[in-house]
C-alpha cells in the first residue's frame, strides 16, 4: 500500500520522461531493500533467532518508504513550479464526464480494461507453469524455473524498463498524431474546396504534406530504431548465448545444474521474442481503444490455446522435457507478436505511414558476421574442455563480434546516443529523422 503511494509521481515522470529521476529513485529503494534485508538476516544468524521471511517484509517496506520519500521530494518541487497537483481535488462538480467529480470517465474506462488485460496476461503468462505440472517429471520442473529465471534476468533488467518508458513516449506521439490528422484532415478539405472554387488541380506538394503527419512518422521512427536496436542485441544474444550460457550457468549454479545448460542454451533463442513482443505491445497500448484491447484480450485467448497445443504435442508426444516447453511459449509468443506487428501497421497506414520488416532489420554485416560467429563458436564448443579457458575462449570471440557491431553500427548506434541525449523531443525526432536515410537503407 505504501509503495502504490509513489503511483502519482511515477505517472509525471513518464509523462515527461525523466529517466534519471526514476533510475535515482528505484537505485536508492533498491540499495535499502537490499541493506535491510541483510542486516536483518545478518542479526537473525547471529543472534539464532527464527525470522522467518521477516528480513524480507522488512527490506519491502524500506523499499517502498524511499521510493516514495525520492519521488515526492522531487515531483513535489517539479508540481510546484509547472502548476499542477498530484494529489486528487475536484476537476469538476457539474460535469458528467467526471466520477465523483475527480475521475475522467474516459481515462477510468480505458484504465479498467488495460487492468482487466494485465490481470488476463497474467493468468496466461502462468500458463508455462500448468503445463510442466501436467507433462514432465520434478527434475524437469526444476531444470526449466532455474533456466528460466536466469534467462528472464535480461528481460526484467533492460527491456522490461525500456517496454514501460515507450509506452509513455507512444502515448505521447500517438496523441499528437491523432490531433495532427483531423487537423491534416480539415486543411485538406479547405484545399480541395478552394481548388474547386477556383478551378485549379491540387498540387503534388499539397498531396505530400497531406500525406503524412509529424508526429505519425516520430513515432515510426522511434518504433524503428527501437526495433532495430533490439535486433543487434538479439544477433549477439542468438550468436554468443547458446554456447556461453551453460558455461556461465556452471560457475553460477554449480556442476549439479549442467544439465540445465541445454535448457537455458535454447532460452537465448526465445529472448529476442521477449524483446520484440514488449516493444509491439506497448506501441498497441499506447494506441488501441478500449474496444481495440478487448479484441486483443479476446485473440490472447485463442494464443494460449495454441500454446496449450503446442505444449501438449511438444511434451507429451515428443517427450522434449524442459526444452519443449521453451518451444511451445516461443510459438504462443510467435502469435502475439504477429498480431500486434499486423495491429501496429494497420495504425500507421490509416495515418498514411507504411512499416516494413525490412525497416528495422540490422546491417548485412553484422548478421553475416553474426551467423560467422555462432558456426565458429559451435566448432569450437567440440574441443572444450570444462575449464575457465573455455569461457575465455567463447568471451574473446564474442567481444571481437561487439567490436563488429559497434562499427558496422555506428551510425545508427550514434544516433541512439541523440535519443538518449538530454535534449527536447522535437529535437530527437528531427535529428533522427534526418539520419534515417543513413542508418535505414530501405526507408
Given at each position: 500500500?505504501?509503495?502504490?503511494?509513489?503511483?502519482?509521481?511515477?505517472v509525471?515522470?513518464?509523462?515527461?520522461?525523466?529517466?534519471?529521476?526514476?533510475a535515482?529513485?528505484e537505485?536508492?529503494?533498491t540499495l535499502?531493500?537490499?541493506?535491510?534485508?541483510?542486516?536483518?538476516?545478518?542479526?537473525?544468524?547471529?543472534?539464532?533467532q527464527?525470522?522467518?521471511?521477516?528480513?524480507?517484509?522488512?527490506?519491502?517496506?524500506?523499499?517502498a518508504?524511499?521510493?516514495v520519500?525520492?519521488?515526492?521530494r522531487?515531483?513535489?518541487k517539479?508540481s510546484y513550479?509547472?502548476?499542477?497537483s498530484?494529489?486528487p481535488?475536484?476537476?469538476?462538480a457539474?460535469?458528467?464526464?467526471?466520477?465523483f467529480?475527480?475521475?475522467?470517465?474516459?481515462?477510468?474506462?480505458?484504465?479498467?480494461?488495460?487492468?482487466?488485460?494485465?490481470?488476463?496476461?497474467h493468468l496466461?503468462?502462468?500458463?508455462?507453469?500448468?503445463?510442466?505440472?501436467?507433462f514432465?517429471?520434478?527434475?524437469?520442473?526444476?531444470?526449466?524455473?532455474?533456466?528460466?529465471?536466469?534467462?528472464?534476468?535480461?528481460a526484467r533488467?533492460l527491456?522490461?524498463?525500456?517496454?514501460?518508458?515507450?509506452?509513455?513516449?507512444f502515448a505521447?506521439?500517438?496523441?499528437?498524431t491523432?490531433?495532427?490528422?483531423?487537423?491534416?484532415?480539415?486543411?485538406e478539405?479547405?484545399?480541395?474546396?478552394?481548388?474547386k472554387?477556383?478551378?485549379?488541380?491540387?498540387?503534388?506538394?499539397?498531396?505530400?504534406?497531406?500525406?503524412?503527419?509529424?508526429?505519425?512518422?516520430?513515432?515510426?521512427?522511434?518504433?524503428?530504431?527501437?526495433?532495430?536496436?533490439y535486433?543487434?542485441?538479439?544477433?549477439a544474444?542468438?550468436?554468443?548465448?547458446?554456447?556461453?550460457?551453460?558455461l556461465?550457468?556452471?560457475?553460477?549454479?554449480g556442476?549439479?545444474?549442467?544439465?540445465a545448460?541445454t535448457?537455458?542454451?535454447?532460452y537465448c533463442y526465445?529472448?529476442?521474442?521477449?524483446?520484440?513482443?514488449?516493444?509491439l505491445?506497448?506501441?498497441?497500448?499506447?494506441?488501441?481503444t478500449p474496444?481495440?484491447?478487448?479484441?486483443?484480450?479476446a485473440?490472447?485467448?485463442?494464443?494460449?490455446?495454441g500454446?496449450?497445443?503446442s505444449?501438449f504435442?511438444?511434451?507429451?508426444v515428443?517427450?522434449?522435457?524442459?526444452?519443449?516447453?521453451?518451444?511451445?511459449?516461443a510459438v504462443?509468443?510467435v502469435?502475439r507478436?504477429?498480431?500486434?506487428?499486423?495491429?501496429?501497421t494497420?495504425?500507421?497506414?490509416?495515418?498514411?505511414?507504411t512499416?516494413?520488416?525490412?525497416?528495422?532489420?540490422p546491417?548485412?554485416?553484422s548478421?553475416?558476421?553474426?551467423?560467422?560467429?555462432?558456426?565458429?563458436?559451435?566448432?569450437?564448443?567440440?574441443?572444450?574442455s570444462g575449464?575457465?579457458?573455455?569461457?575465455?575462449?567463447?568471451?574473446?570471440?564474442?567481444?571481437?563480434?561487439?567490436?563488429?557491431l559497434?562499427?558496422?553500427?555506428?551510425?545508427?548506434l550514434?544516433?541512439?546516443?541523440?535519443?538518449v541525449k538530454?535534449?527536447?523531443e522535437?529535437q530527437i525526432?528531427?535529428?533522427?529523422n534526418?539520419?534515417k536515410?543513413?542508418?535505414?537503407?530501405?526507408?
Amino acid at each position: 500500500m505504501v509503495e502504490l503511494l509513489a503511483e502519482p509521481c511515477f505517472v509525471v515522470v513518464q509523462l515527461q520522461m525523466l529517466y534519471t529521476l526514476r533510475a535515482s529513485a528505484e537505485t536508492s529503494a533498491t540499495l535499502t531493500r537490499c541493506t535491510l534485508t541483510c542486516a536483518m538476516a545478518i542479526w537473525a544468524s547471529t543472534s539464532r533467532q527464527n525470522l522467518g521471511v521477516l528480513p524480507f517484509a522488512v527490506g519491502q517496506s524500506g523499499y517502498a518508504i524511499a521510493l516514495v520519500a525520492v519521488y515526492y521530494r522531487s515531483i513535489g518541487k517539479t508540481s510546484y513550479k509547472q502548476g499542477f497537483s498530484i494529489r486528487p481535488r475536484i476537476l469538476s462538480a457539474e460535469s458528467a464526464e467526471y466520477m465523483f467529480s475527480l475521475f475522467y470517465r474516459p481515462t477510468l474506462t480505458l484504465a479498467i480494461n488495460l487492468y482487466a488485460q494485465s490481470g488476463l496476461k497474467h493468468l496466461l503468462t502462468q500458463g508455462d507453469s500448468i503445463l510442466i505440472a501436467l507433462f514432465t517429471s520434478l527434475s524437469s520442473q526444476g531444470v526449466y524455473a532455474l533456466a528460466s529465471n536466469y534467462g528472464s534476468l535480461l528481460a526484467r533488467m533492460l527491456f522490461q524498463p525500456v517496454e514501460e518508458s515507450s509506452r509513455g513516449v507512444f502515448a505521447r506521439l500517438l496523441n499528437a498524431t491523432s490531433s495532427s490528422a483531423s487537423n491534416d484532415e480539415k486543411a485538406e478539405e479547405m484545399q480541395v474546396s478552394k481548388e474547386k472554387a477556383i478551378g485549379e488541380p491540387r498540387s503534388a506538394t499539397t498531396t505530400d504534406s497531406a500525406a503524412a503527419s509529424d508526429p505519425a512518422l516520430s513515432a515510426r521512427t522511434y518504433l524503428i530504431t527501437l526495433l532495430h536496436l533490439y535486433a543487434l542485441l538479439s544477433l549477439a544474444i542468438v550468436a554468443v548465448g547458446p554456447t556461453a550460457a551453460p558455461l556461465l550457468l556452471r560457475y553460477v549454479a554449480g556442476p549439479a545444474w549442467v544439465s540445465a545448460g541445454t535448457v537455458l542454451a535454447t532460452y537465448c533463442y526465445y529472448i529476442p521474442l521477449l524483446a520484440l513482443n514488449g516493444v509491439l505491445e506497448a506501441f498497441v497500448s499506447a494506441a488501441a481503444t478500449p474496444t481495440e484491447l478487448r479484441i486483443q484480450s479476446a485473440w490472447m485467448l485463442v494464443f494460449s490455446a495454441g500454446f496449450a497445443a503446442s505444449g501438449f504435442v511438444l511434451l507429451k508426444v515428443y517427450d522434449l522435457g524442459a526444452k519443449g516447453l521453451v518451444a511451445a511459449n516461443a510459438v504462443n509468443m510467435v502469435m502475439r507478436i504477429l498480431w500486434s506487428w499486423s495491429f501496429v501497421t494497420s495504425f500507421l497506414r490509416a495515418r498514411r505511414v507504411t512499416l516494413v520488416p525490412t525497416d528495422c532489420l540490422p546491417d548485412p554485416t553484422s548478421t553475416g558476421v553474426g551467423v560467422l560467429v555462432a558456426s565458429c563458436l559451435i566448432v569450437l564448443s567440440r574441443s572444450f574442455s570444462g575449464s575457465i579457458m573455455d569461457l575465455v575462449k567463447t568471451g574473446a570471440v564474442g567481444a571481437i563480434y561487439g567490436l563488429v557491431l559497434l562499427y558496422s553500427e555506428r551510425l545508427f548506434l550514434y544516433d541512439c546516443y541523440l535519443i538518449v541525449k538530454p535534449v527536447s523531443e522535437p529535437q530527437i525526432m528531427q535529428t533522427a529523422n534526418q539520419n534515417k536515410e543513413r542508418t535505414l537503407p530501405s526507408l
